[in-house]
Antibody
């Protein structure tokens, strides 16, 4: 059974950094891309980008370049999201999600999600 | 970038009602499209992918249709556990995007 388990809530001061982990189990980690999604308090879902777990190549949505970095440790089947120079507006729940696909017609979808990690930025 | 507009943003309905949520894309996306359900404090759950394919384990009262720029999610007979927020998503290339959400509440 596929599971994505994320690290716990974080409380950080403005200017600090945070690293959120997403531990995958129940499937071959390098066969599926991992996406990251942000949800600010009371708001909708915002796609941040993805990381190819086979190559480590990351793609970032506009607005998530520079301070946001996706990385991997394939030896422990874990993806990471690091955010540097934290701002109050980074306060949100961050989700990782596995991207499944059809090899026939190249459809994609997010079939499994982590439970979410709340990052709170406050002085 | 492709924008998705969901309607309505909010709706109230009763158990047993038939409910339809619509999502419009700013340009054609074929069927590179999915629907998710999210309950408070929980991660989103995949309901429908490829516009009309029901995810394994999702009740058959959920159905999706559409292609190009207009898509619908229908719940044929609302159950108490269906009161949640629903999001559409397009996966027609970088960047992916979500609709703003439809909150479905009990009347």
């Amino acid at each position: 059974q596929v599971h994505l388990v994320q690290s716990g809530s974080e409380l950080k001061k403005p200017g600090a950094s945070v690293k959120v982990s997403c531990k995958a189990s129940g499937y071959t980690f390098t066969d599926y891309t991992i996406n990251w999604v942000r949800q600010a308090p009371g708001q909708g879902l915002e796609w941040m980008g993805w990381i190819n777990t086979k190559t480590g190549f990351a793609t970032y949505a506009q607005g998530f370049t520079g301070r946001f970095v996706f990385s991997l440790d394939t030896s422990v089947t874990t993806a990471f999201l690091q955010i540097s120079s934290l701002k109050a507006e980074d306060t949100a729940v961050y989700f990782c999600a596995r991207e499944d696909r059809s090899e026939i017609d190249y459809h994609y979808w997010f079939d499994s999600w982590g439970q979410g990690t709340l990052v709170t930025v406050s002085s | 970038d492709i924008q998705l507009t969901q309607s309505p943003s909010f709706m109230s309905a009763s158990v047993g009602d038939r409910v339809t949520i619509t999502c419009r894309a700013s340009q054609g996306i074929s069927t590179y499209f999915a629907w998710y359900q999210q309950k408070p404090g929980k991660a989103p759950k995949l309901l429908i992918y490829a516009a009309s394919t029901l995810q394994s384990g999702v009740p058959s009262r959920f159905s999706g249709s559409g292609s190009g720029t207009e898509f619908t999610l229908t719940i044929s007979s609302l159950q108490p556990e269906d009161f949640a927020t629903y999001y559409c998503q397009q996966l027609s290339g970088n960047p992916y995007s979500f609709g703003q959400g439809t909150k479905l509440e009990i009347k």
